[in-house]
């Protein structure tokens, strides 16, 4: 696909993802999948293939959730098989904490599904707000 055609996919994500819905994400999601969070905090590391995304890192991520996660993008920067997100997550914690976190989010398409996704954010607010993922 086009630098085009992917930004646009990625642009269908957020306008889902802005309103709480994570169909068009999970949808467009390769089986062979890798998220990556840089850094030495507790939920930092790569996670390998979809399934493992999905629970590894997404479910006691959204467990620690009281209410429902909104990301909003701010910026699209399309380059070949790259789209850069600049974007920005909203949700209260079940321990009443906000967590507010502002994204960048460097993703590789391939034959017009999600194959990587490097995310860039404030850890220290993930240090501050969230649990560890192995106790959620």
């Not at 994400?25 to 590391?45: C, H, Y």
């Amino acid at each position: 696909m086009s630098a085009s055609a992917n930004k646009r996919l990625m642009q269908h994500i957020f306008d889902g993802l802005a309103k709480g819905d994570g169909k068009a994400f999970r949808d467009s999601l390769a089986e062979n999948f890798r998220w990556t969070v840089p850094g030495t905090n507790k939920w930092s590391g790569t996670y390998e293939g979809k399934q493992s995304v999905l629970n590894d890192l997404m479910r006691p991520l959204f467990e620690q959730f009281a209410g429902q996660f909104t990301n909003t993008a701010h910026r699209f920067i399309a380059e070949g098989d790259y789209v850069v997100v600049e974007c920005e997550g909203r949700v209260t914690t079940k321990t009443g904490k906000p967590y507010n976190n502002q994204y960048c989010y460097v993703c590789r398409f391939a034959d017009g599904q999600l194959q990587e996704l490097n995310e860039y954010m404030d850890t220290q607010l993930v240090a501050t707000a969230l649990a560890d993922p192995a106790t959620a």
